[in-house]
């Protein structure tokens, strides 16, 4: 089955590292990917990773794929207040046109 | 380069109208997706529309349809609504196997 799993919630110190974890369970996905949402925007690609890689560093942003464990990462270095939104894991599986996102981690700074 | 944009932004409808929602894609991208996000999940795929044919369906009742124009824009229609139809309703375009880009959404509300 098509299935992306995500904590709700995660809440740092402004400056400190976010780490938030996704598994899924489509073991045919080709990309992974993570979006953030600000309240009330649509979604802004992050990062992407091909399902052959497992690592993928970004500026501030790195992403940890684990393909037999199916499970995928991303690392926020030096947190701002800036950062605090909505995240968003996804698969797109090779079978299908869709992309299946998970329900969103809540991340939010403290000062 | 221009984004992907949405119209409207808001609308409210009463259960049983029909209403079309309007999406530009980004310049250059001929494929684009539609999802629907309701309060507090993630994204659900709707279908997905490649050089005006359909190329992919969630699973959505046929009163959800789409049109894709020569110029990539499109429509999403939704017939006879239900209350359960509110939601923001996401636009998404692409290039082939490109990661999609997200438009802002149009926030529907049936009263």
């Known amino acids: 089955g098509e299935d992306v799993e995500q904590s709700l919630f995660l809440s740092v110190r402004e400056g400190d590292s976010s780490v938030i974890n996704c598994t899924y369970t489509d073991s045919s996905s080709t990309y992974l990917y993570w979006y953030k949402q600000e309240p009330g925007a649509g979604l802004q690609l992050l990062t992407y990773?091909?399902?052959?890689?497992d690592m993928k560093q970004d500026q501030r942003l790195t992403v940890l794929l684990n393909k037999k464990d199916k499970h995928l990462s991303l690392r926020i270095a030096d947190t701002q207040t800036g950062d605090s939104a909505i995240y968003f894991c996804a698969e797109r599986v090779s079978s299908a046109s869709k992309i299946i996102f998970g329900s969103g981690t809540r991340l939010s700074i403290r000062p | 380069e221009t984004g992907v944009t949405q119209s409207p932004t808001h609308l409210i409808k009463t259960r049983g109208q029909q209403v079309t929602l309007r999406c530009s894609s980004q310049?250059?991208?001929?494929?684009v997706s539609w999802y629907q996000q309701a309060l507090g999940q993630g994204p659900q795929f709707i279908f997905q529309y490649y050089r005006e044919e359909e190329n992919g369906r969630g699973n959505f009742p046929p009163r959800f349809s789409g049109l894709q124009f020569p110029n990539y824009s499109s429509e999403l229609n939704v017939n006879a609504l239900e209350l359960d139809d509110s939601a923001l309703y996401l636009c998404?375009?692409?290039?082939?196997?490109?990661?999609?880009?997200f438009g802002d959404g149009t926030r529907l509300s049936i009263l």
């Open positions: 998404a375009s692409s290039d082939g196997n490109q990661p999609q880009h």
């Open positions: 310049s250059g991208h001929n494929t």
């Open positions: 990773i091909f399902s052959n890689m």
